[in-house]
């Protein structure tokens, strides 16, 4: 888990990491996460003057973020967590918003990452899954039940593999950085290598790496023009562990998906500038648009 202390103005004041307890079970989990929310306001309370005015959450799954309620988190054994109520109480009372992970990064890069100043973008990471946030004037569109953005769904290979949602040919089962690292550990036969390891052997021109990649490629590019034909954003932003490979993935799939285009117009295609710290920063950036509701309200 990561978490800090933000600013009015989104700075990160200061920041943490923990380990969640998952290994503990689910209720330990959210024990964790309880204790490690009055640490930091404890920080803030020592070493900046006071604590935290408000707490913003980000989570994975499925999240029912207007009553504050964590619905769905597989691979946190969740099953509708309170935990709005269960943080406020811990802290004494102060207003929390909760939000999902995927969205809360995607706030944090478009209001201060790599689509500042974009009034619509798509924000994309490439990691264990992929998922998307649909960002508008400087806010997330979360959908009628909370699902918006869920690209990693989209079919681009309908006699693709099995994915997890009981489709088949996801594009999250071809292009994320865990079906890269499958498909490179099966062709290079070593059962260690990933998706890193691939990057690598890509640039240094290994022909096997290569089909590899540009089969992952393929299939992001073909999954990203689906977005961009329904959601026609400004900014494309490419996060996440495959994203870490630089122009080593961002020459081919600029290229590809331009292959593809035929009216849509082309986004500018970007890496995320945030890093880790955007799930952070962009909870930070809940809590204090929590506080301005209060207030205008």
Known sequence: MKAALVGADGALLHEARRATGRDRGAEAVVETILGFAADLYAYGEKHLGEGAVAAGVAVPG???????IAVYAANLGWRDVP?????????GGIPVALGHDVRTGGLAEGRIGAGRGADRFLFVPLGTGIAGAIGIAGTIEAGAHGCAGEIGHIVVRPDGPECGCGQRGCLETLASAAAVSRAWAAASGDPDADAADCAEAVASGDPVALRVWQDAVEALAAGLVTALTLL????LIIGGGLAEAGETLFTP???AVEERV??????????????????CLGAGLLAWDLLSTEVSA
């Open 232 to 235: 026609d954003p400004r900014t």
């Open 253 to 255: 799939l600029r290229a």
């Open 262 to 279: 035929t009216f849509q117009k082309l986004p500018h295609i970007v890496p995320a500038a945030l890093g880790d710290t955007a799930g």
């Open 83 to 91: 935990l709005r109520r269960l943080i406020g109480d811990r802290l």
């Open 62 to 68: 499925i999240v029912d973020a207007e009553h504050g």
